[in-house]
Every structure is written in structure tokens, then in C-alpha cells.
């Protein structure tokens, strides 16, 4: 059927080039139509691209990528967006196109122009060294058996074990000597977990399972609760046909003293922000908050002090940012944009945190996610603080170039009574600067960091993170979560192969206590 769409395609252009001719002749050549220069072309190339590139999401400048990744990579995604066929190589409009094949030419064109050869990183200013934390790793490693597939790590506060997730569908506990035990067998990889305390003093966890790993739409994913008092834990699904839900966050937002959900339904290429609203005798009516992929992350506060929870949400695909919903008091929400980012960013991770203390709640982000259509190595990847100006609107204050970034986290891990933040990369430099796979990064001064790239990178690829006091002494530690499948598939640096601890499922950076100056 495309060859036909092509054939037919080219003997319309050949009758339209007949009938200009004739007419052309007919009319003489003083009536000749105006042909562009190749400078005028660039020009509606650009306009062209800022109309139909920056409709769906931010507009991606053509310095963000190199030529050839624009080229190769991108265009051809593009085009498919765009209505525009492609067949051996090239490219064809049809009846189901958005624009002509001369404004696609023109648009490719553009890019060609105005992109880079090459993209220039930022320098380094990091050291290597283990600044407030030591390394505790597990006794007992089962070299003989799966590979470390980590994809969530959290700690319980109610029980006090660290639980993790896994690929391979394990949900594990781990004591304070960093010894396994498996929970439950899941219906699929658990993504994240919310804890509840329960009156009698036991705690139950409600978890996110994905249903499938990899990018889908399939409505494979659910929530399931579990009873964690006993030996042989009661697992209960209460919400099933999620698209891909990878966070989830709680609150009573409509006041009616029941709990209700929020859901990060990640999708692929359709997903959506969800409120799962408790009706009573423990069932949900599902309602789509906003209905794009993409939602990765949300905190929950009252924004506008008016007494009501609402919805802080990170979306992480195609149109990438972050927005707000204001609880309407009605059931449903009011949408308000604050951050928006180019696609090519790769964003994954943010939090919203006072880092100056003037009392307004910033936002730490981090871009990073580089395994699509541009896997190049980027130098607007990393670690961005946005501070807050008032009435929710932020200017950049803080950028720290770490390759691959996927996750940040921030507390006062030196004990001086300011924030600083860890960050873990999942597409580092593997080549040159392995050791960015963990950025440790001590507040100095407001808005300035010094960085410390933690020698961990050995020890496993991080691809989850927890925030707590592990050891109860008072301070913060860190615990990473290692995963390590997949590896021939998702690195990015041609004859690399992985050299770090295949089997670890996860690690622990043990805060060893306030910084002495």
C-alpha cells in the first residue's frame, strides 16, 4: 500500500509540473512565480519549525543536538508526528500529512543549518573522593544467581527494614545489616510503595507494580495493598488497568475523612495523572487529572493556603515539565503550568524544597533520561535548582552538569543546617567519568555547591534512591538501588561493556556524621 501511496503520489506531482508549464507558457515570463533563494527557505524553515515543532511541547532548538543526531535520530520521529511518510530513506507527503513535502524540506533544512557539528560539554569541576559517607554493603551476595535488577528502594519508618523491588517481580526486606528477605512474589516490578501505619500499630504498604517494564500501553499495571504484620503477608489489588503507574501519592482531598490516591500512570505513548477517589467499603472511583504520558512524580501540599491538598506533578515525556493542580474543591482540579522543557531533555526527577531558606519551596530537577532518538552525551544534562520568586513562579538559580542524571534528592547531609542534594546518574560518561554515576553535592553558600563524584561506581548501575536515617544515629544516609540487566541494550558508548558489580542488589552511603571544618 506505500509503494502505491508513492506512485500515485509522483504522477500527481508530474501533472502539476505539466499543467505550470503550459501555464507558464501561455502567460509569458514576465508572470514567472517567485522562487526561494536558499537563505528565504532557511528563514520559513525556521518559522515553519517554531509553528509546527513548538505546538505539542517546548520548542527544541536546533542547538540542543548535533547535525547528524537531528539527521537520524530526531527528523524521522518527527516526521512520523507530523503526517509525513518515509520510504527507503526518504521521505513523501500524502493526504494524512500536516504540512507539504517543500515546508518538511524546508524545516529539515533549517535544522541542518542552524545545528552544531558537535556539542560542547561543560567543564569539570567535580573531585572524586567519599566527602561525608562510607561505603556498608551486604554480606552475602548470590553470585550464582540473577543478575541485580533493582527498580525501587524505600525504607519502611514503621518497621524499620528497607524494602526493595525488583524485575524479576521479588518484593524484599532488608535489616539493618543489609540481610534479604522475601515479602511477596508481586504480580509485576514494584516501582514504588506508600506506607501506612495501622491503628493497632502494625503497617501495610500500597504498591505500584508496572505491569510491564519496558515502554508500553498496556493496561497491565495495579495497585496492591499488603498487610506487612505478618510472616505470610495478605497481598489485595485494589486498582488493576493502570498504564505503567510508576509513583503514587496520598492525601483526603476531598475532606471527606477517606483516603485518597494520586497515580502517576506513566503510559508510553498514552497515560495519564489520576486521582483514585475512595467511595467507601474500600473501592475507588478512578478520575483522569490530566490525560498526556509522562507523569513520573508528584508532591502533594496546599499551594494556594486555602486548606485544601493539591497536586505538584512532574511529566517526563514528549511535553516535559511541571504543573500544578489546585484542588477545586469540587472533585476536580485547576491546571496551571510552571516549568516546561524540549523533549530532548530527557527529564526524570524533581522535588520541591525551600534550598534558600526565604521560606518559598524551590524545585530541584534532573534531566537526563538518554536512551531514545538522541543518545548522545548532552551538556544541559544534570542537576537544575529553580527558585521560587513568589506566586509559584521560578527562575533558574543553580545548574550542575552530570551526564545521564535521572535522580535528585536534597536534605542537610553535613549537618550545617542547609540543604544539599545526592544525585545518581543512570547514563553516565562510562568511558571517561564513570564515577558520576553518584554526585554528592555540599551546599556552600546559597546557590553554590561543591561537588563530589563518590567512587561507588563499581559497586553497581544506580537506578533507585532513598533518603533516610538508616542507623537511627540521627543523620541521613543514602541506599542505591542497582540495576544492572539490560546492560547491552541500554549503553550508549560503542565497546563499552559494563564493569561494575553485576549481582549487588543495592548499597548503603552511611552518613558518618556532622562535617568537621
Known amino acids: 500500500m506505500g509503494h502505491i501511496k508513492l506512485t500515485s503520489n509522483k504522477l500527481a506531482m508530474g501533472i502539476v509540473a505539466v499543467v505550470t508549464a503550459a501555464i507558464f507558457v501561455l502567460n509569458g515570463c514576465d508572470n514567472q512565480p517567485h522562487v526561494n533563494t536558499p537563505a528565504e527557505d532557511i528563514t520559513a524553515g525556521k518559522q515553519l519549525s517554531q509553528k509546527y515543532c513548538g505546538n505539542c511541547h517546548r520548542y527544541p532548538d536546533p542547538q540542543l543536538l548535533d547535525k547528524s543526531t537531528w539527521e537520524r535520530g530526531i527528523m524521522p520521529q518527527m516526521a512520523k508526528q507530523l503526517g509525513i511518510q518515509s520510504e527507503m530513506g526518504g521521505y513523501y507527503a500524502d493526504e494524512h500529512s500536516a504540512l507539504s513535502m517543500a515546508d518538511w524540506q524546508r524545516i529539515m533544512a533549517y535544522y541542518q543549518k542552524a545545528a552544531p557539528a558537535k556539542l560542547i560539554m561543560p567543564a569539570r569541576d567535580a573531585v572524586t573522593d567519599w566527602a561525608n559517607f562510607k561505603l556498608k554493603l551486604s554480606p552475602v551476595i548470590n553470585r550464582k544467581g540473577a543478575t541485580a535488577m533493582t527498580t525501587m528502594v524505600k525504607l519502611n519508618p514503621y518497621d524499620g527494614f528497607i524494602y526493595t523491588g525488583d524485575a524479576g517481580n521479588n518484593l524484599l526486606k532488608w535489616d539493618a545489616g543489609l540481610n534479604a528477605k522475601l515479602v511477596k512474589k508481586m504480580p509485576s516490578p514494584v516501582s514504588d510503595v506508600i506506607f501506612n501505619r495501622l491503628p493497632n500499630g502494625g503497617n501495610t504498604g500500597v504498591f505500584s507494580c508496572l505491569g510491564v517494564l519496558p515502554p508500553n500501553d498496556y493496561l497491565k ?48 505513548t498514552r497515560g495519564a495523572l489520576f486521582l483514585l477517589q475512595q467511595k467507601g467499603n474500600n473501592t475507588y472511583e478512578k478520575k483522569v487529572i490530566r490525560a498526556v504520558p509522562g507523569a513520573i512524580q508528584a508532591e502533594i501540599g496546599d499551594y494556594n493556603n486555602d486548606g485544601w491538598p493539591d497536586v505538584m506533578c512532574l511529566f517526563a515525556q514528549a511535553d516535559e515539565g511541571v504543573w500544578m ?68 513562579k521560578f527562575k533558574q538559580s543553580y545548574f550542575h552538569h ?116
Open 221 to 268: 499495571g495495579s495497585l496492591e495493598s499488603i498487610d506487612l504484620r505478618t510472616s505470610k503477608p495478605v497481598m489485595k489489588t485494589f486498582m488493576d488497568s493502570l498504564p505503567r503507574p510508576v509513583f503514587t501519592a496520598s492525601a483526603d482531598f476531598n475532606k471527606d475523612g477517606l483516603q485518597d490516591y494520586i497515580v502517576c500512570g506513566y503510559g508510553n
Open 325 to 392: 493542580f489546585l484542588n477545586n474543591k469540587k472533585g476536580g482540579f485547576v491546571t496551571q503550568n510552571l516549568l516546561r522543557f524540549p523533549p530532548v531533555y530527557g527529564t526524570n526527577s524533581f522535588q520541591l524544597v525551600d534550598m534558600n531558606k526565604d521560606g518559598l519551596k524551590d524545585i530541584v530537577y534532573t534531566c537526563g533520561d538518554n536512551n531514545d532518538y538522541s543518545s548522545i552525551l548532552k551538556p544541559y544534562h544534570g542537576v537544575y535548582v529553580f527558585s521560587n520568586l513568589g506566586n509559584w
Open 402 to 517: 552530570i551526564n545521564g542524571a535521572s535522580k535528585v534528592m536534597s536534605a542537610d547531609f553535613d549537618g550545617d543546617c542547609d540543604r544539599d542534594m545526592a544525585v545518581i546518574a543512570f547514563f553516565p560518561d562510562f568511558v571517561n567519568h564513570p564515577q558520576e554515576g553518584f554526585t554528592y553535592l555540599e551546599q556552600t553558600a546559597t546557590w553554590k555547591f561543591k561537588a563530589h563524584e563518590i567512587p561507588i561506581n563499581r559497586y553497581g548501575r544506580w537506578i533507585a534512591m532513598e533518603v533516610a536515617d538508616i542507623d537511627h544515629d540521627g543523620d541521613q544516609d543514602i541506599v542505591l538501588g542497582n540495576f544492572s540487566i539490560y546492560a547491552d541494550r541500554l549503553i550508549n558508548q560503542k565497546n563499552f561493556k559494563p564493569n561494575w558489580d553485576i549481582y549487588r542488589p543495592l548499597v548503603v552511603l552511611e552518613n558518618k556524621g556532622k562535617k568537621v571544618n
